[in-house]
């Protein structure tokens, strides 16, 4: 105890310096609050967009879909398949899809790209990205035949309104050309360009019915979890159901690579930027300690002289950096507080920095700039601090256990 009292009291010999480098510990803890909040939220946003485009947090679908998605390619007994997915913990929806490609026509041109069929009935804007973006119209109905809703820069390209006739011409699940004809219900905007000129939702009824599968066929099911983290373990979960046991089960790292790249990519800087912060956090308690244990020469002369042991002034110097490290984690706490209070309550709006376009590396994101912080993420700031904090007073701490007592006491 009297070790504390002593080493709290010196760091405070110099108050100013004290203050100072416990603010550069605090400065650094709100710059990794920071990073790190920003990029929990805006990883868990561009996953969770992703997953509501079409493939979901996990995909189940049939063997070779992932290289190959071709429509003769079909998930049978979907049903049983769906109940068993939505009693599993942590699952937030499950729901079937058909996608494919075909051609759109109007009566101006004829353009290819994408088309998902979904049941109007258990899809909604929570799970379903396009629905939630629906900028003109509505959604069909579930038993409708001939409704579809449009990108609106497709429906630019082809000169469609509401109401108006479209063609689109696909391949059947025999290889067979069908053509179909739908009337435009509504057009949504993503926000994502490539998206918005290509992609068309299309009733799941009608368009089994078309390519000739059953009302419980399809070709993946979709499925949305609470938690994006635990993509992999719900995967693992779904493999082992009875139901599944033919098919093939993927996390949202393999079944959308080019977002789990971006978002590999975009980590590692911050992981980078979060890195030279420690840097800087270690060089002004180094500087802090060093410059303390110099200017204390005689005074721990002294006490070697009078029995205390190496041991005993490495210990105290590592005891007084862990007191500033804990000023400066409190005094960092106090700082952060309101300032994480307004970015996860509020953000910064930036969209006007993006214009029309909310894309990094193809896919979406918020124009607002949010943090949130995991758990695990709190711990490991925290826990980084501390360290490198310790860690920089462990060099002056050797320092001060090997001052010469005899040397120390010629000078004062």
Do not use: C
């Not at 947090?57 to 939505?86: A, C, F, W």
């Amino acid at each position: 105890m009297k070790l504390n009292q002593l080493a709290f009291r010196n760091i405070f010999r110099r108050k100013r310096r004290t203050l100072i480098t416990a603010s550069s510990v605090a400065f650094g803890v709100l710059l990794s609050v920071t990073f790190t909040g920003t990029g929990d939220y805006t990883y868990t946003h561009m996953i969770d967009a992703g997953a509501k485009m079409g493939m979901g947090h996990v995909t189940v679908e049939p063997v070779g879909y992932q290289n190959s998605p071709t429509l003769n390619k079909k998930l049978q007994h979907i049903d049983k398949m769906l109940d068993e997915i939505r009693n599993l913990d942590n699952v937030s929806d499950a729901v079937p899809r058909i996608m494919g490609q075909a051609m759109f026509a109007s009566a101006n041109k004829s353009i290819g790209g994408v088309f998902i069929a979904v049941n109007p009935n258990i899809e909604n804007a929570k799970n379903n990205l396009f629905i939630q973006s629906l900028s003109e119209g509505k959604l069909f109905s579930a038993n409708s035949k001939h409704g579809i809703v449009v990108g609106y820069k497709l429906a630019h390209k082809l000169r469609l309104k509401l109401g108006k006739k479209l063609v689109y011409t696909t391949t059947d699940a025999s290889g067979e050309i069908i053509s179909r004809i739908a009337r435009v219900k509504g057009m949504f905007k993503t926000g994502v360009d490539t998206i918005d000129a290509s992609m068309v939702l299309l009733p799941l009824a009608a368009t089994q019915q078309a390519l000739g599968y059953s009302s419980n066929q399809a070709s993946l099911i979709a499925v949305l979890i609470h938690d994006q983290r635990k993509a992999d373990d719900m995967r693992d979960k779904i493999a082992s159901l009875h139901s599944t046991q033919n098919y093939e089960e993927l996390s949202w790292h393999e079944a959308q690579p080019d977002l789990a790249g971006v978002i590999a990519m975009d980590k590692s800087m911050n992981y980078i930027s979060q890195f030279l912060v420690g840097l800087i956090i270690a060089a002004g308690i180094l500087n802090t300690m060093l410059m303390s244990v110099l200017e204390r020469k005689h005074e721990f002369g002294m006490m070697m002289a009078v029995g205390l042991s190496p041991q005993a002034l490495f210990k105290l110097v590592m005891v007084e950096s862990f007191w500033l490290a804990l000023l400066g984690l409190t005094l960092g706490i106090v700082i952060t507080a309101p300032w994480f209070y307004f970015l996860y309550y509020h953000g910064i709006d930036l969209s006007s920095g993006f214009g029309d376009d909310f894309t990094y590396g193809g896919v979406l994101i918020d124009p607002l700039f949010k943090a949130r912080l995991f758990p695990e993420s709190i711990v490991f700031i925290l826990g980084s601090v501390f360290s490198l904090a310790m860690l920089a007073g462990a060099y002056p701490a050797w320092k001060a256990g090997r001052t010469p007592p005899i040397e120390s006491l010629k000078t004062i």
